[in-house]
C-alpha cells in the first residue's frame, strides 16, 4: 500500500534467534518500524481531514508487507480511442463480480473514501471469517453521484473491493456490518485515465474534460460516475481513471 517497503520485516516473530536479548532487539525494529509506517499514514490521512486510530497500525503493516502482490480486477478492452496520437480514452466490459462495499456520506469527499477505506484494509487483512489476509486488487472503486444541477458531488459515496478470484464464490464475511458484500452487475464503461489528487474539484473537472472530448452523447448516465484509484494516497501523482458508465442497451 505504501512506497514504505517493510521487505526487512519478513520473518519477525520466528524464534530465529538464540537469547532474549537478540528477540528484543528484533521487537523493537519491528515495534520501531511500525510506529513510523503510522507516523507516514496519519500524516497523509491528516490531508484528507481524517484522524488515523491506532488500530490501523496492524492493518498498514500487512497491507506495506503485501504491496507488489496486488490482483487487477478482469475486463476486457472493447475499443480504444486517441486523439492527437495518444491515447484519450477506452471502453470496457467488466463482468459480474462480487464486491465489498461501503456507504459514507461525510463532508469532504477524500473524507468518505477514507473512512470507507480504512474500514476494507480492516477487512481485508483480518476482520473478516477466515481470520487471515484476503489480498489486495485494484482499482478500489468509488461511487459517486453528482446533484441535479451538475455543478457538486452528492455527499455520499460508495466505495468498493473486488474480492480476489479465489473468494469470488465463498467471501469471507465481513466482522464489519458496515461492510456490505454485493453482486455487483456487468459494467460497460469508458475511462479515462488522470493523475493526482482526488478531490471533489479535481473530480468536477476530470468529468468536464471528458464530457469535451467525447462530444454529445446519450450512451452513457450524467449522474454517476465512478473514480477508480489504482495507487495509495501518499503518491502525489498517482494514477486515476474517471469511468463514464454506459446506459444499458
Known sequence: MARIT??????????????GAEDGDEEDEEEGERGRLFAHWEAVASTHRVSLPRDMAGPIVQMTR????????PYVTLSQHEKCEEAAYEERWYSAGKWACVTKGEPMY?????????????YICKENS????LGMTIPVLNEIHL???GTELEHEVVTAYYLPGEFQQN?????????????????????????GMTTEETILREISLFWELLGSTDTVLRETYIVAAYENPSIPQRRNEIWFICRAE
Open 130 to 133: 477466515v481470520g487471515c489476509y
Open 171 to 195: 467471501p469471507p464475511v465481513p466482522t464489519d456490518p458496515e461492510i456490505h458484500i454485493t453482486e455487483r452487475a456487468p459494467l460497460r464503461v469508458i475511462t479515462r485515465v488522470f493523475y
Open 66 to 73: 503485501h504491496n507488489q502482490a496486488r490482483e487487477p480486477v
Open 6 to 19: 517493510l521487505e526487512d520485516l519478513d520473518g519477525l516473530g520466528e524464534e530465529t534467534a538464540v537469547g
Open 110 to 122: 477524500e473524507q468518505s473514501i477514507s473512512m470507507s477505506f480504512m474500514k476494507l484494509m480492516r
Open 147 to 149: 446533484t441535479k444541477e
